[in-house]
């Protein structure tokens, strides 16, 4: 059941309706439902690791709670590390280290056969479980209290709005609103919000990642077949691809809970504006970028600044050296956290790199046009490795960019409107987030004072969506990390 689809939205429906019609105190029973059902509908058997990463947290959080002695505490933190992660790392990543130890065994000259498993990885376990590791390490903090209510928790972890790829929430924000004492009552503004969020977030996933896809494809699908121009062209389409497919489904995820009257976390705010890799990791995959400067990047600062207690270390000062390990560190995590293959971990070690020298060098202009399109480039350069199959693809279209320009390619017959269409998509986007970025107090379509001027805009906006989008049922590319 995919968001973006006919049969997610009367399912949307169908759970609004309910809610509002319903005793508060039985809400949390119908969004259980709700939640296993929309996860069941992907591959039911994984509802019993689903079920078993909640049950394991829930009574293991209070154990932890309990705990006087902070370092029997410490020991019920690191057993549930070990359990999320084990399981992620056996479904996600066990095949992968595998492989490459394997590989590094061919090359020392050990010829040992490692086996390979046969499994598929649980849609969205990447995602719920960084939401349910926040949980423990909030609880283990004292930040926030083990949620008493078993329902409770089980929703908070299968939010069926979130579950498959985020916003990744905190326990802190999204567990008192799912609180079963919570009475949320029928709000026309909640249900304006959700909708308009969800319209918007259907014109960038249906309209312009769908539409770019088909190029995108098209020139990947045939690597050899093309030249410099053309994969200038394609990566741009997918620059636009992945942040509209993605920033699509936050929207829509976020739409569908504030229809619930559920507030999530922000996920985007017009990244390919910004002006340095740190500007752009504030705009781009909020959540993601701020559960692991919380839970990742300032823990391993705070490890390294206790172990190195020298103002300098090969004539490196000791703030820089400790701010470039942990963000390379924190980077290569990022990467690895996307996807099982090398060419998401290259990924994520340049942001870790870039951003390291920024730090370091500090070569930021006065002038923000020119450092919106310095780290636009960046990113596009950075978005070659994402996007290919392996390291040596992603190598060999790097040099085609450099040294073999060649022709642009462009499909023949009726297919040729496909990039058309797909240009004409991405000037949208970029004019709207362009008049929000650098005119937002000018005049404005979607939230006009006049009401005649909102309902037209919505409605060129479904108009479009019907008329240009691609409806064939594509799956959002983060339900896939």
Known sequence: MNSSSISYLAFLSI????????????????????????????????????????????????????????????????????????????????????ASLQYLLHGAGVHFKIPLLNIIMPIGISFYTLQTIGYIIDVYHGKIKPEKHFGTFAVYVSFFPIVLSGPIERSIHLLPQLHRENKITFSYENVSKGVKLIILGLFYKLVVA????????????????????????????????????????????????????????????????????????????????????????????????????????????????????????????????????????????????????????????????????????????????????????????????FTKPGSLFLPQGPDIVAPIYTGLAILIIVITELKQEFFPSRFSFFNNEREFVRIFSYAAIIGLILSLGVFDGGQFIYSQF
């Open 15 to 98: 759970v609004v309706l309910i809610y509002y019609s319903i005793n508060f105190r039985y809400r949390w029973v119908l969004l259980l439902l709700a939640c296993y059902s929309f996860y069941a509908f992907w591959k039911p058997g994984y509802l019993l690791l689903l079920a078993g990463t909640t049950i394991i947290n829930y009574f293991l959080a209070f154990a932890m709670a309990r705990q006087s002695e902070k370092t029997r505490k410490r020991k019920f933190l690191i057993i549930l590390l070990i359990s999320n992660l084990g399981f992620l790392f056996f479904f996600k990543y066990f095949n992968f280290f595998s």
């Open 210 to 401: 769908d539409r770019a896809a088909i190029y995108v494809n098209t020139v990947f699908s045939n690597s050899d077949k093309h030249f410099g121009l053309t994969y200038i062209v394609a990566m741009i389409f997918f620059s636009f691809q992945i942040y509209c497919d993605f920033a699509g489904y936050s929207s829509v995820a976020i739409g569908s809970a504030k229809l619930l009257g559920v507030d999530i976390l922000p996920n985007f705010n017009r990244p390919y504006f910004a002006s340095s890799f740190k500007d752009f990791w504030r705009r781009w995959h909020i959540s993601l970028s701020t559960w692991l400067r919380d839970y990742v990047y300032l823990p391993l600062a705070y490890s390294f600044s206790r172990m190195w207690k020298k103002e300098k270390y090969l004539r490196i000062r000791t703030d820089r050296l400790i701010y470039f390990c942990a963000i390379f560190s924190t980077f290569f995590i990022c990467g690895l956290w996307h996807g099982a293959n090398w060419t998401f971990i290259v990924w994520g070690c340049l942001h870790g790199f870039f951003l390291a020298g920024e730090n370091l060098l500090r070569l930021k202009t006065k002038r923000r046009i020119l450092n919106i399109g310095i780290t636009y480039f960046l990113i596009l350069f950075t978005w070659i490795f994402f996007r290919s199959v392996s390291i040596d693809d992603a190598f060999s279209i790097v040099i085609k960019i």
